[in-house]
């Protein structure tokens, strides 16, 4: 009966009803307005995805590009400080063959000493001859250690137990730079030793005696005037290296630093800087100290030569600050009087 009910009425009406179970909820779009709305919505979420993912990219350019221009010119900075630190340790005057017409840095220069003759090596970027293939790592151990690329104990003709005190940033700034210089292909010369000295595995019991591992740390009593200048001079300039003298051994008196060496650089006497006014430069200023780093001149209008004036060649490439502190810190020396010979 309902049903029949339910017939007559759509068909004898003409009504439009759809049966309750068809008809749609309140709560759904309805018409040509609501399908809009609905086609609206997702293109404007499809709009917003295309810009986002259009930011995202962009953004990731412009980072990469700040980040490869913040490390050029960290690598830069790097590079400029590395030039300084190869000039005041005056690398090129050992590792060049200036006499024998040889390339910068191949090594080869001749150095007669106490134990026999050694000849510097190549430290250029060549690969078979020079330190092309040496890591940053092996290089660090070098300075640091005094063992090459083999593990091998280097003889303290390399002033190794001067560069121990660089500080790892500083070491490592000085290999970015000798990697950027042209190679230069020859091969490494054989030291002429007298017996017992080729021996290597004796150098052990003379590093237990003389060679203290850096890195050298500031003295927190003093000034940073003071520790700059001490940390320049002892070891990027390895003053001591020539101004202090040696025992039979080859190891540096320390009790008697910087009062000069008889036996200097290829036998060359080097003078006593330390402040006793009769046999040192007790007498000069810390501005007669920095003018001479500079410009090689004493305070007698006399000029430095031999030696020295390679070394004057590297400080002069640092700042005036720089060459002060060296000078601040060589006027603080104790003084040491050391005899003169008569003249001959």
């Known amino acids: 009966m309902r049903q029949a009910s339910y017939r007559s009425s759509v068909e004898g009406e003409g009504a439009s009803v759809a049966p309750p179970h068809l008809t749609p909820p309140l709560s759904a779009p309805q018409g040509r307005r609501g399908g809009t709305r609905a086609a609206g919505g997702k293109v404007?979420?499809?709009?917003?995805?295309?810009?986002?993912?259009?930011f995202l990219?962009?953004?990731?350019?412009?980072?990469?590009?700040?980040?490869?221009?913040?490390?050029?010119?960290?690598?830069?900075?790097?590079?400029k400080r590395g030039e300084l630190l190869f000039k005041a340790a005056d690398c090129v005057a050992c590792h060049t063959d200036a006499k024998g017409g040889g390339a910068p840095l191949a090594g080869g220069r001749k150095l007669e000493t106490p134990f026999g003759i050694f000849y510097s090596p190549n430290i250029t970027p060549d690969r078979e001859d020079g330190i092309g293939s040496w890591s940053e790592a092996q290089?660090?151990?070098?300075?640091r250690e005094g063992i090459d690329q083999e593990g091998r104990y280097l003889y303290p003709v390399f002033p190794f137990t001067s560069f121990t005190g660089m500080s790892d940033a500083d070491i490592a700034a000085l290999y970015a730079y000798l990697r950027s210089l042209p190679p230069a292909a020859r091969p490494n010369q054989r030291y002429e030793l007298r017996f017992p000295f080729g021996w290597r595995f004796l150098l052990m019991f003379w590093r237990t005696l003389f060679f203290h591992?850096?890195?050298?740390q500031p003295d927190p009593d003093k000034g940073s005037e003071w520790n700059r200048g001490r940390y320049l001079a002892e070891a990027v300039v390895h003053c001591q290296e020539c101004?202090?003298?040696?025992?039979?051994?080859?190891?540096?008196k320390e009790?008697?630093?910087?009062?000069?060496?008889?036996?200097?650089?290829?036998?060359?006497k080097t003078p006593n800087i330390t402040g006793d006014d009769a046999t040192g430069i007790g007498k000069w200023s810390v501005e007669d100290i920095a003018a001479l780093l500079k410009t090689g001149q004493t305070p007698d209008m006399d000029f430095v030569g031999s030696a020295m004036a390679e070394v004057v060649k590297g400080t002069a490439a640092l700042d005036d600050a720089d060459r002060r502190?060296?000078?601040?810190?060589?006027?603080?020396?104790?003084?040491i009087h050391t005899e003169k010979k008569p003249a001959s």
């Open 44 to 54: 404007g979420r499809r709009w917003s995805g295309a810009l986002y993912q259009t």
């Open 139 to 143: 290089f660090h151990r070098a300075l």
């Open 255 to 268: 009790s008697e630093a910087y009062s000069g060496n008889p036996q200097g650089v290829a036998g060359v």
């Open 243 to 252: 101004h202090t003298p040696r025992n039979f051994l080859g190891g540096l």
């Open 325 to 335: 502190a060296i000078a601040v810190y060589i006027k603080s020396i104790r003084p």
């Open 213 to 216: 591992e850096g890195p050298l």
């Open 57 to 79: 990219t962009q953004l990731t350019i412009a980072l990469f590009f700040a980040l490869t221009l913040s490390a050029r010119a960290a690598d830069e900075a790097q590079l």
